[in-house]
């Protein structure tokens, strides 16, 4: 007759915890004596493990009943009864009609249910290490390639044809512009190289987990629309290219009225030669930046040279003053720096979706810091000394770039046509990379996030392309007006939206985010706040764009004050500063959940690495509703159990943090040796606040699992290596590809009190007892000299000694007490390992 090992079910502290599992081991008499016997405790398992295990044995566990088994926390309860609206939307989602949508559904994670799959796939995950491979360099690369394109040229042009700044005057504008934008990028991009999270994630943080909605619409529309303008430019320099090659283009019948044919038709060849390049993943792309780096930027300093050439040098350009005067001049060179400002309102807020790359966050901060300002410098220096030249050579600045390289056709040579379609074939790459890079992956990303099931950064992708034919970009680019008032019009929007971020990120929150309850709608979750939606981050947002809103009806025309129009002068800083200060006000006045634990800041980032965002909705067990026999199995946990100073756990949490993979299950292992796991309980806090699955289980011996006294004394059985062998028949059981037993830096809350050696151990005895007053340690001494270890005095000498090195709260913990009732209703265990006294080492540990 052989005996097994056997789980019993396993439970749920608390009821907003993941996976909180208590597990009690048994031995079974098996009835089937013709069975292969099979030993207690297998031997094939000889060491701890922190790695995934290369032997799968057989367990030697079973489990009673089936919610026993870890699937069930996973599996969403399909015997679930619906009635009602809800018994409609089960038909809906049954439907044929659903069935063949569900044909199209993006590849995700198993275990979602219908509400889950609203809000993740596989591109809206925390991004995964082998997908991080954005370096220094790459940023570097990124930002040089996305500073060389025309749009940023046309913004610094129209600094002199508008605002009738001189050269000199518009590049300090741009310093100043690029600059700001630069510090308000790396403060962005932080949160996704922290946690590596995208945009529509970070959201959901300060606008909730459907609120996030609304604000990540308003960046998907304004990406659609600029990568119709980007590519309503780029096939600009398709129909250069075309008319340095064949001349008798511009002579071609225009059948489509406005815009004319032959540049719909430019520009929808630049479109349909875009599509193949919006099929690769965002990681592999950052090679086809490096390229524009190096390309585009000679070009850019050919046209440079080449129009200075034809102005006759640079004396006539630089030597030209600027048309504005007084107060004119001034609100110039605000507005000015505010275009700059305004040409990265996108790239500000959605600067996460490409920072979550990042193998380091400095890899994303440094980088982009510098390089923003000084590559944007740098090409907007060349656009305006072009523009500056045109009015030289023409009488009239153009403040289109390509405008004026199409003037340069007239009366070309072969040899200057062909250094025309250089520049345009370069200008068309670096449009190209600028629609990926700052449009249709951040188009792409927010899709995925309006419509995860069915939506990937691919096919989001690819719908903004469609989209940026819909919205007939050439009708912004009629005027250099028109197109910087719409500029303006946008940053009202995503000002007040990273207003938003910002405060809750940096201030409210300092830095502390659970990233998977950024993936849960369950209503207890931190970031569900009000059916879905906080609205703290929308009263803010609201009041971030009322502060501009009369100020853009006098943009587009109407009369208005002039105080107005003095404030939208600087919208993007009143919107995003009212903003955040409207919603740290609120948040002061109507807390959140979710802050930092400690109250200081407090990031713990690669927590968010193998993040499972299923949640099974029946899982959630309510302590309080536990049967008594229940309450008699787990334990019943209340706040008098939490043994542990909170802000002291964290401390230590933060300091080994990054060494924790999300979801994977910290297996807690206790001491005595026997003395059961109830004293460790407060480490649910864990999974209470950081959703970490912690796994408690009493060993062979104690607690609730099965008890041997006929093995009482028998050093040869209790020994270390059968310990660790049922450690090993639990994970093979539990099913654990991998799972946290001490990890680094944590090992002073995890294993808080395991010798590296009896001897060690013993000495330290020794050190701690010397502390004592003089008279304890000779009651000791003397009652371990004649092995008297039943004495009271004995016993009352220790319980000192316990209170002084071991638990010094009073009165002790109800968690620490239970757990020496269980050591002392029954020591077998502890007497044949560590014999009769802590304070001495006698049994099969000696050796």
Same mark, same amino acid.
């Given at each position: 007759?052989?005996?097994?090992?056997?789980?019993?079910?396993?439970?749920?502290?608390?009821?907003?915890?993941?996976?909180?599992?208590?597990?009690?081991?048994?031995?079974?008499?098996?009835?089937?004596?013709?069975?292969?016997?099979?030993?207690?405790?297998?031997?094939?398992?000889?060491?701890?493990?922190?790695?995934?295990?290369?032997?799968?044995?057989?367990?030697?566990?079973?489990?009673?009943?089936?919610?026993?088994?870890?699937?069930?926390?996973?599996?969403?309860?399909?015997?679930?009864?619906?009635?009602?609206?809800?018994?409609?939307?089960?038909?809906?989602?049954?439907?044929?009609?659903?069935?063949?949508?569900?044909?199209?559904?993006?590849?995700?994670?198993?275990?979602?249910?219908?509400?889950?799959?609203?809000?993740?796939?596989?591109?809206?995950?925390?991004?995964?290490?082998?997908?991080?491979?954005?370096?220094?360099?790459?940023?570097?690369?990124?930002?040089?390639?996305?500073?060389?394109?025309?749009?940023?040229?046309?913004?610094?042009?129209?600094?002199?044809?508008?605002?009738?700044?001189?050269?000199?005057?518009?590049?300090?504008?741009?310093?100043?512009?690029?600059?700001?934008?630069?510090?308000?990028?790396?403060?962005?991009?932080?949160?996704?190289?922290?946690?590596?999270?995208?945009?529509?994630?970070?959201?959901?943080?300060?606008?909730?987990?459907?609120?996030?909605?609304?604000?990540?619409?308003?960046?998907?529309?304004?990406?659609?629309?600029?990568?119709?303008?980007?590519?309503?430019?780029?096939?600009?320099?398709?129909?250069?290219?075309?008319?340095?090659?064949?001349?008798?283009?511009?002579?071609?019948?225009?059948?489509?009225?406005?815009?004319?044919?032959?540049?719909?038709?430019?520009?929808?060849?630049?479109?349909?030669?875009?599509?193949?390049?919006?099929?690769?993943?965002?990681?592999?792309? +950052?090679?086809?930046?490096?390229?524009? #780096?190096?390309?585009?930027? $000679? @070009?850019? %300093?050919?046209?440079?040279?080449? /129009?200075? *050439?034809?102005?006759?040098?640079?004396?006539?350009?630089?030597?030209?003053?600027?048309?504005?005067?007084?107060?004119?001049?001034?609100?110039?060179?605000?507005?000015?720096?505010?275009?700059?400002?305004?040409?990265?309102?996108?790239?500000?807020?959605?600067?996460?979706?490409?920072?979550?790359?990042?193998?380091?966050?400095?890899?994303?901060?440094?980088?982009?810091?510098?390089?923003?300002?000084?590559?944007?410098?740098?090409?907007?220096?060349?656009?305006?000394?072009?523009?500056?030249?045109?009015?030289?050579?023409?009488?009239?600045?153009?403040?289109?770039?390509?405008?004026?390289?199409?003037?340069?056709?007239?009366?070309?040579?072969?040899?200057? +046509?062909?250094?025309?379609?250089?520049? #345009?074939?370069?200008?068309? $790459? @670096?449009? %190209?990379?600028?629609?990926?890079? /700052?449009? *249709?992956?951040?188009?792409?990303?927010?899709?995925?996030?309006?419509?995860?099931?069915?939506?990937?950064?691919?096919?989001?992708?690819?719908?903004?392309?469609?989209?940026?034919?819909?919205?007939?970009?050439?009708?912004?680019?009629?005027?250099?007006?028109?197109?910087?008032?719409?500029?303006?019009?946008?940053?009202?929007?995503?000002?007040?939206?990273?207003?938003?971020?910002?405060?809750?990120?940096?201030?409210?929150?300092?830095?502390?985010?659970?990233?998977?309850?950024?993936?849960?709608?369950?209503?207890?979750?931190?970031?569900?706040?009000?059916?879905?939606?906080?609205?703290?981050?929308?009263?803010?947002?609201?009041?971030?764009?009322?502060?501009?809103?009369?100020?853009?009806?006098? #943009?587009?025309?109407?009369?208005?004050?002039?105080?107005?129009?003095?404030?939208?002068?600087?919208?993007?800083?009143?919107?995003?500063?009212?903003?955040?200060?409207?919603?740290?006000?609120?948040?002061?006045?109507?807390?959140?959940?979710?802050?930092?634990?400690?109250?200081?800041?407090?990031?713990?980032?690669?927590?968010?690495?193998?993040?499972?965002?299923?949640?099974?909705?029946?899982?959630?067990?309510?302590?309080?509703?536990?049967?008594?026999?229940?309450?008699?199995?787990?334990?019943?946990?209340?706040?008098?159990?939490?043994?542990?100073?909170?802000?002291?756990?964290?401390?230590?949490?933060?300091?080994?943090?990054?060494?924790?993979?999300?979801?994977?299950?910290?297996?807690?292992?206790?001491?005595?040796?026997?003395?059961?796991?109830?004293?460790?309980?407060?480490?649910?806090?864990?999974?209470?606040?950081?959703?970490?699955?912690?796994?408690?289980?009493?060993?062979?011996?104690?607690?609730?699992?099965?008890?041997?006294?006929?093995?009482?004394?028998?050093?040869?059985?209790?020994?270390?290596?059968?310990?660790?062998?049922?450690?090993?028949?639990?994970?093979?059981?539990?099913?654990?590809?991998?799972?946290?037993?001490?990890?680094?830096?944590?090992?002073?809350?995890?294993?808080?009190?395991?010798?590296?050696?009896?001897?060690?151990?013993?000495?330290?005895?020794?050190?701690?007892?010397?502390?004592?007053?003089?008279?304890?340690?000779?009651?000791?001494?003397?009652?371990?000299?004649?092995?008297?270890?039943?004495?009271?005095?004995?016993?009352?000498?220790?319980?000192?000694?316990?209170?002084?090195?071991?638990?010094?709260?009073?009165?002790?913990?109800?968690?620490?007490?239970?757990?020496?009732?269980?050591?002392?209703?029954?020591?077998?265990?502890?007497?044949?390992?560590?014999?009769?006294?802590?304070?001495?080492?006698?049994?099969?540990?000696?050796?």
């Amino acid at each position: 007759m052989s005996r097994r090992l056997q789980s019993l079910h396993p439970a749920q502290f608390f009821s907003s915890s993941p996976i909180g599992s208590f597990y009690s081991l048994r031995t079974v008499d098996s009835d089937d004596d013709q069975r292969e016997q099979e030993p207690l405790i297998s031997s094939e398992s000889t060491s701890y493990a922190n790695t995934p295990r290369t032997r799968s044995p057989r367990p030697h566990y079973r489990t009673t009943g089936p919610s026993s088994h870890p699937d069930a926390f996973y599996k969403p309860n399909s015997g679930q009864k619906h009635t009602g609206f809800d018994a409609i939307l089960e038909r809906f989602r049954n439907s044929k009609v659903v069935n063949f949508i569900d044909n199209f559904a993006v590849e995700n994670e198993p275990g979602l249910n219908s509400t889950q799959l609203m809000l993740t796939n596989l591109d809206l995950r925390p991004v995964e290490p082998e997908r991080r491979q954005w370096g220094a360099w790459n940023y570097v690369g990124f930002w040089i390639a996305d500073s060389f394109n025309i749009n940023t040229w046309m913004i610094s042009s129209a600094m002199i044809t508008e605002y009738g700044l001189s050269w000199w005057q518009s590049w300090v504008c741009v310093w100043i512009g690029y600059t700001i934008s630069a510090c308000f990028i790396c403060v962005m991009g932080r949160i996704g190289a922290i946690y590596h999270i995208g945009y529509p994630v970070v959201a959901r943080a300060s606008f909730g987990i459907w609120g996030s909605l609304w604000p990540v619409f308003n960046r998907a529309a304004m990406a659609c629309v600029w990568y119709g303008v980007q590519a309503w430019l780029g096939g600009h320099c398709i129909k250069i290219m075309i008319s340095s090659v064949w001349k008798n283009y511009e002579t071609v019948s225009n059948t489509n009225g406005d815009p004319p044919t032959r540049e719909f038709m430019a520009f929808f060849l630049f479109w349909l030669l875009s599509l193949p390049a919006l099929w690769f993943p965002v990681h592999k792309i +950052r090679h086809l930046f490096t390229i524009k #780096a190096y390309f585009v930027p $000679l @070009a850019g %300093l050919a046209y440079f040279a080449w /129009a200075i *050439s034809k102005a006759g040098g640079l004396g006539p350009v630089v030597h030209q003053g600027s048309s504005a005067k007084g107060s004119d001049l001034a609100w110039g060179i605000v507005k000015g720096i505010m275009s700059g400002i305004a040409n990265f309102a996108t790239l500000i807020v959605n600067n996460p979706d490409f920072s979550r790359f990042a193998r380091k966050p400095r890899d994303a901060f440094w980088s982009q810091l510098v390089i923003i300002p000084v590559g944007f410098a740098f090409t907007s220096f060349i656009g305006i000394i072009v523009s500056s030249s045109s009015a030289v050579i023409y009488g009239e600045a153009i403040w289109n770039p390509l405008d004026l390289l199409e003037r340069f056709l007239n009366g070309a040579s072969s040899g200057e +046509r062909f250094g025309i379609f250089a520049i #345009a074939s370069a200008f068309a $790459l @670096a449009q %190209l990379g600028t629609n990926i890079a /700052a449009n *249709s992956v951040s188009a792409g990303t927010d899709m995925t996030a309006l419509m995860p099931r069915y939506l990937n950064i691919r096919r989001g992708s690819y719908i903004c392309a469609i989209i940026g034919i819909i919205i007939c970009p050439w009708n912004l680019l009629k005027s250099s007006n028109k197109f910087t008032t719409y500029l303006s019009a946008y940053s009202v929007f995503l000002s007040s939206v990273a207003g938003v971020i910002f405060c809750d990120y940096y201030s409210v929150r300092k830095g502390y985010l659970q990233v998977k309850d950024l993936y849960s709608d369950r209503k207890v979750g931190p970031y569900f706040y009000t059916l879905g939606c906080n609205w703290r981050g929308y009263l803010a947002y609201i009041f971030g764009v009322l502060i501009n809103i009369i100020g853009f009806a006098g #943009a587009v025309g109407a009369t208005v004050p002039a105080s107005a129009t003095y404030i939208y002068n600087f919208n993007y800083f009143t919107g995003f500063l009212v903003a955040a200060g409207s919603y740290w006000l609120i948040c002061r006045i109507s807390p959140i959940d979710a802050l930092s634990p400690t109250g200081q800041w407090f990031e713990i980032g690669d927590d968010s690495v193998n993040a499972c965002m299923a949640y099974d909705e029946e899982s959630s067990i309510d302590v309080d509703g536990m049967t008594e026999s229940d309450n008699t199995l787990f334990g019943k946990a209340d706040e008098s159990s939490k043994a542990i100073d909170v802000k002291g756990v964290f401390d230590v949490v933060q300091a080994g943090w990054r060494s924790i993979e999300w979801n994977r299950p910290l297996i807690v292992l206790h001491g005595g040796p026997g003395i059961g796991h109830k004293y460790l309980l407060s480490l649910t806090d864990l999974t209470t606040d950081f959703g970490i699955p912690v796994i408690f289980y009493d060993q062979i011996g104690c607690g609730n699992s099965t008890h041997l006294r006929e093995k009482n004394g028998d050093s040869g059985f209790w020994s270390v290596q059968l310990f660790v062998d049922e450690f090993h028949n639990l994970v093979d059981h539990l099913g654990l590809a991998s799972y946290d037993v001490q990890p680094k830096n944590l090992n002073k809350l995890i294993i808080g009190n395991a010798p590296a050696s009896v001897r060690d151990w013993l000495e330290g005895v020794v050190t701690l007892k010397n502390r004592l007053p003089q008279d304890i340690q000779d009651v000791l001494d003397g009652c371990e000299k004649k092995q008297d270890y039943e004495s009271p005095a004995y016993k009352e000498e220790c319980t000192y000694f316990y209170k002084l090195h071991v638990c010094r709260c009073e009165p002790w913990p109800r968690d620490l007490l239970d757990a020496f009732e269980n050591l002392r209703a029954d020591q077998t265990v502890f007497r044949a390992m560590n014999g009769p006294s802590d304070l001495t080492v006698k049994g099969s540990l000696k050796d």
